[in-house]
């Protein structure tokens, strides 16, 4: 897998697996310690993976900040993620899907609206075309989320 990029393998729907995050919100949810979906030039973490690196095959640590690739391996990230337990995920709100299905975070944050993504030339897109969610690991970044100031419901996991 080496050599994977956000910008390879767009799915079979969109021209791109790039999405930028707009930079208020990562300013809102406090500082990260890794990006491994990072773009050069786009601060999202201290510390950023970019391509040509493969931030999947990475050693991850601290507090992630992980913005996927929006394509057929996205539950690979978000398994690793889920391994890590320490950060956030913003990914497409498609609770239908079998990544979705299989994701176990410890709360989940549905965001009011639609978010305009940035383009790797950092123009705003119109919109994402449909909502978006963070998918939360660990109190920390739940408490992070909840006082973002970021509109939206949350939803925490209750243990039966």
């Avoid at 690739?69 to 978000?78: A, E, F, N, T, V």
């Amino acid at each position: 897998m080496k050599g994977f990029s956000v910008l390879d393998n767009p799915s079979h729907e969109g021209q791109t697996n790039t999405w930028l995050t707009p930079l208020s919100i990562i300013e809102s949810l406090g500082e990260f310690d890794l990006d491994p979906c990072g773009y050069p030039d786009h601060k999202t973490a201290k510390n950023l993976i970019c391509f040509p690196d493969d931030g999947l095959l990475a050693e991850w640590y601290g507090r992630i900040w992980l913005n996927p690739p929006y394509g057929r391996d996205i539950g690979k990230w978000l398994r690793k993620m889920e391994r890590n337990r320490n950060g956030i995920a913003l990914v497409f709100s498609r609770t239908d899907t079998k990544w979705f299905q299989e994701s176990n975070p410890d709360a989940i944050f549905f965001i009011k609206g639609r978010i305009a993504f940035l383009k790797p030339d950092k123009s705003i897109s119109t919109n994402a075309g449909h909502g978006s969610m963070f998918l939360i690991y660990g109190h920390d970044n739940i408490c992070a989320v909840i006082g973002s100031g970021i509109d939206g419901k949350f939803y925490s996991k209750v243990e039966k």
